[in-house]
């Protein structure tokens, strides 16, 4: 099992908003393995098993390896779509919505 990413000691997980997702693709560029474009043109994030998770608001693991990919995903993001959040009390770290 890959190691989840921490920061401060903390277990991250990411997921896109559909409905702001632009379709850009830049998300799949910095990080294939956690993003992917569907037939439908829009982001999703994947489960550490390579299968895209399509259901609203799903949520994958951040492997520690691909922090940082991630987090410039999050940041590079024109639909401002990208969310990483603390797992222990869902707090967005990363993305839009972080404090």
Do not use: N
């Not at 994947?46 to 991630?70: C, F, I, M, N, R």
């Amino acid at each position: 099992m890959q190691q989840e990413a921490a920061v401060a000691g903390e277990d991250l997980e990411v997921w896109i908003d559909q409905d702001l997702c632009t379709g850009d693709g830049i998300c799949a560029q910095y990080a294939p393995e956690v993003f992917e474009l569907d037939i439908d043109g829009l982001a999703y994030v994947k489960s550490g098993e390579d299968e895209l998770l399509q259901d609203k608001g799903a949520t994958t693991p951040v492997p520690l390896p691909l922090l940082t990919d991630v987090i410039d995903s999050a940041k590079e993001c024109p639909g401002e779509c990208i969310h990483v959040r603390r797992v222990s009390d869902s707090v967005e770290v990363y993305g839009p919505d972080a404090g």
